[in-house]
């Protein structure tokens, strides 16, 4: 663990404590983002625990940084893969140098209050299609439905749910898909940070039923197309 980091785990049970139950509170070390999470309160809200992976957020962080005028993220949402809504908010933790190191997260679990809220909306309003009208319109709105990321416990966890991700738009079994959506999946993928994950290219090429030479060799395409 970076030594930089030791000051920050103090405040990981401090905020937990201060904020409250409803908020998870990680400290990730991005030297190892395979196993990122060194502090962890109220974990249970994800299932997640020490050593766990990182969040796509944070792998995303770590695969093209975040600009050097930039201390923060605030209010993005993340939802796990047991369908829990969270608010979010990541503090950058940098060396002398600028470099980033880790992140203070603060995960704020929305979803009873989200389930609250429609409850009091059926009651009052009392009727459901006009409540389903609502919620059609909110999710318009991207109040609800903008979800930036998925996190989850364990690095097998992580990979599955960026791929299912990934391969939600396509109609057709991922084994069916044509070369240039299979070129388009690792680039979205590439994009998220998989490959980052250590059997993230063995699980692709599982799910796409291709070897893994053959997933290298997209991302050599992707990488000389970007060029």
């Known amino acids: 663990m970076d030594r930089k980091l030791e000051p920050y785990i103090p405040m990981v049970d401090f905020l937990s404590k201060a904020l409250g139950e409803y908020y998870e509170i990680v400290l990730h070390d991005l030297s190892n983002p395979k196993h990122s999470i060194i502090a962890i309160a109220n974990g249970c809200l994800s299932g997640r625990t020490v050593g766990d992976t990182a969040s796509g957020f944070v792998l995303r962080a770590v695969k093209y940084g975040v600009e050097q005028n930039t201390d923060y993220a605030v209010n993005y949402r993340i939802k796990n893969m047991n369908g829990h809504l969270f608010r979010s908010s990541s503090y950058y933790i940098r ?8 992140m203070m997260c603060i995960n704020f679990n929305i979803t009873p209050f989200v ?27 991207n109040e609800i439905s903008n979800v930036f990321q998925h996190f989850q416990g364990s690095m097998e966890d992580v990979i599955r749910m960026m791929i299912e991700n990934a391969l939600a738009k396509y109609s057709v079994a991922p084994e069916r898909l044509s070369v240039d959506e299979r070129i388009s999946v690792v680039h979205d993928l590439n994009d998220t940070g998989l490959f980052l994950l250590k059997g993230g290219v063995a699980s692709l090429a599982e799910w796409l039923d291709v070897s893994e030479p053959t997933i290298y060799r997209y991302l050599g395409k992707i990488k000389r197309k970007n060029e």
């Open 95 to 102: 060396n002398d140098e600028g470099i980033l190191q880790g």
């Open 115 to 141: 389930d609250l809220r429609e409850k009091l909306t059926k009651h009052i309003i009392g009727n459901e299609f006009f409540l389903d009208n609502i919620c059609k319109s909110k999710n318009q709105n």
